[in-house]
């Protein structure tokens, strides 16, 4: 090949394949002071060389204290800006230059929301990556430090699980006891939270798989030594694992995953449902998206025709909250990348490149802050855009249940707040009892930088729309949530409102 043609090619590859990403708080008080974190990764989402990249901020929003531009260390690819003060009454994003040899490119930061007093704070982070225990993949994964380690450092996360197969687990003694101390000398309240967790398979008609997340590291993992525990689809009942969990005294609570999955699958119709146990759904992971039989995301491997989407299990009564994760099988939390692919050959084109990430509104970031978000339903799924986002009905927030007033009974008002994280466009659609029912969209180069206002009005009666007589929740109720598109194909998936009748 030419050299001139090919050095120019290689430089260009550079910059289609270095991600710098700038990370800040997504929620802040005016006045507060904070800093910013910078990684740099390759085309191997691993960390890459920066000493030759400059950024100049240019630009910023509601944000004072930047210095000019930034330099790395020498050898170094993440690096740190204190002394940050917001000043923004709305939003504050960090906007530069990256400079490189003869190239430059324009990157922000994920957007923050600026209150005079916070009434939560805003955490992102990934509740399912597996790493070498699970022995499924293993010559792609890595150990649970790498998970930790990546998490913090490279993709800037607030919090992570591993969340191994139980066959590897239980085919080495050491391995749970390695997952238990992993989760206690990487969780660092106020700076990053780790939690125990484990994935448990179960065959279709038992349950399906579903992830169990512990709020102490020091708790007792799950196994039957028995011929039906064995194998990728075990045909032990998910009220089996629940017994087991209610006896160990530990505070605990599981997620059910990719129920739209082909051969592998849960469904609705099933007498098998524990709001109390089971609080919140992964709707969207590497495998796709279970929001619904047809989706711009279909799920790896195929689709299930079966009653076993969310908004099936809506219909039924179920009362889930909403969380993305990765399902990574190349232990890389939080990166974009394809890991369905075997050594030295071409990617498949099963799955999904963006991985997923679970968003928690919370008080502070602890373990039993975020614990307590999520068994009450704080939280929203996301593709892995960290796009703030906020839905109310009235006084009631994401994840809550009301009672009909009698002025709900005729009208609902139901608001979207939003804010995309690098995108200039996006639609928000509001879903009623699991059916699309109207969409706005948001446009214009300064929506990045707004909370944008979004406002539905549903006038149907309410008696007349109610759900009534579902499985696993008879009285009538409606049920509503948002489902967010930005002009990159991000989606958010906020957690639901309950309004009951009853």
Known sequence: ???????????????????????????????????????????????????????????????????????????????????????????????????????????????????PHPPYRLFFGDLHVHTAFSNCSGWRCLPPDWCYEYAREVSLLDFVAPADHLRGIASDPGRWPGLQAAARNHNAPGQFITFLAFESSHAQGFGGDNNVYYLEDDAPCFWLDREDMRGTSPQVHLKELWKFLDGTGKAYFTAPHHTGRAAKYRTWDEDCYDPAREPLFEIYSSWGSSEKRHSRMPISGGNNDAPAYFVDGLKAGTRFGLIASSDDHATLPGAVHQFRVDAFRVPTMNGHAHKGLAAVLAPELTRGSLFGAMRNRQTYATTHARSPVDFRIGDAAMGEEVRADSGMRVRRTIRVRYTPDNASAARITLVRNGEDLETKGLRGPETAA???????????????????????????FVVYYARIEDGNGAHQWTSPIWIDLE
């Open 1 to 115: 090949m030419t050299p001139d043609l090919l050095k120019a090619a290689r430089t260009t590859a550079r910059l289609i394949n270095t991600r710098v990403q700038i990370t800040i708080p997504s929620i802040l008080a005016e006045g507060e002071t904070f800093g910013a974190r910078i990684s740099v990764t390759g085309s191997d989402c691993l960390p890459a060389d920066a000493s030759d990249l400059v950024l100049h901020f240019e630009g910023a929003v509601g944000i004072s204290g930047l210095p000019p531009a930034f330099r790395f260390v020498a050898g170094e690819c993440t690096g740190r800006i204190e002394g940050l003060t917001a000043t923004g009454r709305e939003v504050a994003l960090i906007r530069a230059r990256v400079e490189m040899p003869g190239r430059t490119g324009q990157i922000a930061s994920n957007p923050a929301w600026v209150f």
């Open 450 to 476: 707004a909370a944008n206002e979004v406002e539905f009005v549903d006038a149907d009666p309410l008696e007349r729309v109610a759900l009534q007589g579902a499985k696993f929740h008879p009285a009538p």
